[in-house]
């Protein structure tokens, strides 16, 4: 069966502090993988989307990048956080353009 | 301009009764659309999907309806239980076909 994993489950770093988030995906091959942003009490925003190694699309300008260095290996990161960083970050994966399955979440606080 | 929206921010039924939840899209043409159930500190979970030429869709108490004249997309949840107390989001698909665009949610509450 496939699992996704998201490490860590909470953060709490400096702002201008580098940031890297990691995803990882098993049991399953080229998957699309996603990152989104919760804010509190809000939706999700998608921030970038990946459907193979080394492809990326970012969704939103923005202070973050993503890597997909490996087919189920997805990161997330930042060279300076800013305090509008601050969120809920989610990992997802699909297999076509349905159904997502999301980790388990990273909670990051950014002072 | 595009929009996903959600009937309420929040909404509180009696445990037993049939929740309803609404979700409305503007200037998108989907493909299909879903709905996810999403627990504090936690990652969406799948429910159900429903595609543009399906009308109706029911797994268990769940029955989700999809209107593309009316743009609107119905959710309901019968019998309702405490345990169905849950943030849920509608997701469609987006222009490109390769991401999806989520709606913001309503917050449902079953009082025991």
């Known amino acids: 069966s496939q699992t996704i994993h998201q490490w860590p489950a909470t953060l709490v770093q400096p702002v201008g502090s580098p940031l890297s988030l990691e995803c990882t995906v098993e049991?399953?091959?080229?998957?699309?993988l996603y990152w989104y942003r919760q804010a509190a009490g809000r939706g999700l925003q998608l921030l970038f989307y990946?459907?193979?190694?080394?492809?990326i699309s970012s969704e939103v300008p923005q202070n973050l990048s993503a890597s997909r260095p490996q087919d189920r290996q997805f990161i997330l990161s930042s060279k300076k956080l800013l305090l509008s960083d601050s969120g809920f970050y989610l990992c997802?994966?699909?297999?076509?353009?349905?159904?997502?399955?999301f980790g388990p979440g990273t909670r990051l606080l950014v002072l | 301009s595009q929009k996903i929206e959600q009937n309420s921010e929040a909404l509180n039924i009696q445990e037993g009764k049939t929740a309803t939840l609404t979700c409305n899209y503007t200037?998108?043409?989907?493909?299909?659309l879903q709905w996810y159930r999403q627990d504090p500190g936690r990652g969406p979970v799948f429910l159900l999907l429903i595609r543009e030429n399906e009308k109706e869709k029911r797994k268990e108490r769940l029955k989700v309806t999809f209107d593309t004249t009316l743009k609107q997309s119905l959710f309901h949840i019968t019998a309702s239980q405490p345990a169905d107390s849950a943030t849920y989001l509608c997701?469609?698909?987006?222009?490109?076909?390769?991401?999806?665009?989520f709606g913001p949610g309503t917050r449902l509450s079953v009082l025991p």
């Open positions: 200037n998108y043409s989907p493909a299909y």
């Open positions: 997701a469609l698909d987006g222009n490109y076909g390769q991401n999806f665009v």
């Open positions: 997802a994966w699909s297999v076509g353009v349905e159904t997502q399955y």
């Open positions: 990946s459907v193979g190694i080394g492809q």
């Open positions: 049991g399953t091959s080229n998957p699309n």
